[in-house]
């Protein structure tokens, strides 16, 4: 059943880093969200949506690694996030594996 955005409903949305229909193959993979929104509610949100991005909770249990470490989601290294650096990491030991 088809529905409609409509003053006092609450929709479940996402909105793109780029146009799904205008981008090459190649960019598709990397577009990302930058807005998702269920139930009306805002549950992510970067770059020009950034101030409605909500605080996280706190982490539960509070022994959890997570307290110590912070989560994969947030955390940065430098401008790289921690998969992109996971992947260098790989690269390097692979190339240093070579005969």
Known sequence: MMRRIAPGQF??????????????????????????MIDGRTTYAAEEFAELDPELPKVSPAWSPVAHFGGYARRKQGN??????????RSHAERRDRP
């Open 11 to 36: 929709a479940d949305l996402t909105v793109l880093s780029d146009d799904y229909f205008s981008v090459d193959e190649e960019q598709i993979k990397q577009i990302e969200s930058v807005l998702t």
């Open 80 to 89: 790289v996030s921690l998969r992109r650096g996971y992947e260098n990491r």
